[in-house]
């Protein structure tokens, strides 16, 4: 048996689930999903419902103690340590120990690269592409995205990147600079003017701020609790211009053609930030950010 905790929203989530999956398959024993973190965590739920996830919630008497243990967890941490079976992320560069873990290993970090489930990656692109239908409007959408010759999703993240101050060092909100020199490397490989499909947190600054080569369209009708159905959507498109947030990287991934052109930032954290090399997929482009 696996054991991922998980923590964050939608994108997060789903590098934690891949991550532990294929784990879980090379081991040929069942995932469990420790979400006890949402308990206390007003801000975040647990968001991989919509999936056809191989998976199930665990319960309290199977999971490992945490912190509301006490005294009791902290003799379990240092005894799952010493045994090397909590294995916690050390930084946000690629760890291969990870992929040498075995039966009883409890995963507990963001895990940000395909390198850790990049040979099972078909069965998790099919496991994290969404089961629930899409909803009238998306429908439509969808529709309209595949019948675009060449349609671009582009994601555009703001939200705490800006409004909090902690953030601002760690994050690096991208300017309307990367999106103007990303797209123009889109549309020299392309030789042509793509639609561009513009997802983001921030809608109204989107549309006024991002200028792009080609028509532009700012889809704002999915709020936070339908992300999942944003995210079908950006998966649809045929490239993708992504920012440096977990979500736009799925959103990119889950698009499953051989022939994609993605677009990612060359810088991906503020300075006080991480190593993120490999967090890029060789095969997608950078553009400066």
Same mark, same amino acid.
């Given at each position: 048996?696996?054991?991922?905790?998980?923590?964050?929203?939608? &994108?997060?989530?789903?590098?934690?689930?891949?991550?532990?999956?294929?784990?879980?398959?090379?081991n040929g024993v069942e995932l469990v999903l420790d979400a006890r973190?949402?308990?206390?965590?007003?801000?975040? +739920?647990? $968001? #991989?419902?919509?999936? %056809?996830?191989?998976?199930?919630?665990?319960?309290?008497? +199977?999971? %490992?103690?945490?912190?509301?243990? &006490?005294?009791?967890?902290?003799?379990?941490?240092?005894?799952?340590?010493?045994? =090397?079976?909590?294995?916690?992320?050390? &930084?946000?560069?690629? +760890?291969?120990?990870?992929?040498?873990?075995?039966? =009883?290993?409890?995963?507990? =970090?963001?895990? @940000?690269?395909?390198?850790?489930?990049?040979?099972? $990656?078909?069965?998790?692109?099919?496991?994290?592409?969404?089961?629930?239908? %899409?909803?009238?409007?998306?429908?439509?959408?969808?529709?309209?995205?595949?019948?675009?010759?060449?349609?671009?999703? /582009?994601? /555009?993240?703001?939200?705490?990147? /800006?409004? @909090?101050?902690?953030?601002?060092?760690?994050?690096?909100? #991208?300017?309307?600079?990367?999106?103007?020199?990303?797209?123009?490397?889109?549309?020299?490989?392309? &030789?042509?003017?793509?639609?561009?499909?513009?997802?983001?947190?921030?809608?109204?600054?989107?549309?006024?701020?991002?200028?792009?080569?080609?028509?532009?369209?700012?889809?704002?009708?999915?709020?936070?609790?339908? $992300?999942?159905?944003? #995210?079908?959507?950006?998966?649809?498109?045929?490239?993708?211009?992504?920012?440096?947030?977990?979500?736009?990287?799925?959103?990119?991934?889950?698009?499953?053609?051989?022939?994609?052109?993605?677009?990612?930032?060359?810088?991906?954290?503020?300075?006080?930030?991480?190593?993120?090399?490999?967090? /890029?997929? +060789?095969?997608?482009?950078?553009?400066? $950010?």
């Amino acid at each position: 048996m696996i054991f991922a905790r998980l923590r964050g929203r939608l &994108g997060n989530q789903m590098f934690q689930y891949a991550v532990a999956r294929a784990v879980a398959l090379r081991n040929g024993v069942e995932l469990v999903l420790d979400a006890r973190d949402f308990i206390d965590d007003p801000k975040h +739920e647990y $968001a #991989l419902g919509d999936f %056809p996830v191989a998976a199930r919630i665990g319960r309290d008497g +199977e999971l %490992p103690p945490d912190r509301r243990a &006490g005294l009791r967890y902290a003799w379990w941490k240092f005894r799952a340590i010493r045994d =090397g079976r909590l294995c916690r992320e050390r &930084g946000t560069a690629f +760890e291969p120990r990870v992929l040498a873990l075995g039966d =009883g290993a409890i995963l507990h =970090g963001y895990w @940000q690269s395909e390198r850790y489930f990049e040979d099972h $990656a078909d069965t998790i692109r099919a496991e994290l592409t969404p089961r629930t239908p %899409p909803s009238a409007a998306n429908a439509d959408w969808l529709a309209r995205i595949r019948e675009s010759p060449a349609a671009v999703s /582009v994601h /555009v993240r703001r939200g705490d990147y /800006v409004s @909090q101050a902690k953030n601002r060092d760690l994050f690096l909100a #991208l300017a309307p600079s990367y999106y103007a020199a990303a797209a123009q490397e889109l549309c020299e490989r392309l &030789g042509g003017t793509p639609d561009f499909y513009v997802f983001s947190d921030a809608p109204d600054w989107a549309e006024s701020e991002i200028r792009l080569p080609g028509p532009k369209t700012v889809l704002r009708h999915n709020d936070g609790a339908a $992300a999942f159905e944003d #995210l079908r959507l950006m998966a649809a498109c045929r490239h993708h211009i992504i920012a440096n947030s977990s979500f736009s990287w799925w959103g990119a991934w889950l698009d499953p053609s051989p022939d994609k052109i993605v677009v990612a930032p060359g810088r991906w954290f503020g300075e006080r930030g991480g190593d993120a090399s490999d967090i /890029v997929p +060789e095969s997608w482009i950078l553009a400066d $950010a």
